[in-house]
Nanobody, 114 residues
């Protein structure tokens, strides 16, 4: 069973930056498309960004131009660089693959507030 561990969240002021990391156990990481999701208080979990096994990327319109997804297959890690953060980016951030059948990690809390 693949395990996912997210980290890098924290409290940041509007306009600030954070870099999230998601480390996956196992040796199948490099063959998988990986996603970043977020769940804001009182809202459904939503897809934020996606990166294919070949490095092609997608980011949601709400974060386009501010967030960048990348991966390091040698480290079994996917990253989410978040710049120009806004209060509406406040959420718990999770990673998984599109089928969402890896066991969910604990997520990492991102709070954007002055």
């Amino acid at each position: 069973q693949v395990q996912l561990v997210e980290s890098g969240g924290g409290l940041v002021q509007p306009g600030g930056s954070l870099r999230l990391s998601c480390v996956a156990s196992g040796n199948i990481f490099s063959r998988n498309t990986m996603d970043w999701y977020r769940r804001a208080p009182g809202k459904e979990r939503e897809l934020v960004a996606r990166i294919g096994s070949g490095g092609d990327t997608y980011v949601a319109d709400s974060v386009k131009g501010r967030f960048t997804i990348s991966r390091d297959n040698a480290k079994n890690t996917v990253y989410l660089q978040m710049n120009s953060l806004k209060p509406e980016d406040t959420a718990v951030y999770y990673c998984n693959r599109p089928t969402q059948d890896f066991e969910w990690g604990q997520g990492t809390q991102v709070t954007v507030s002055s």
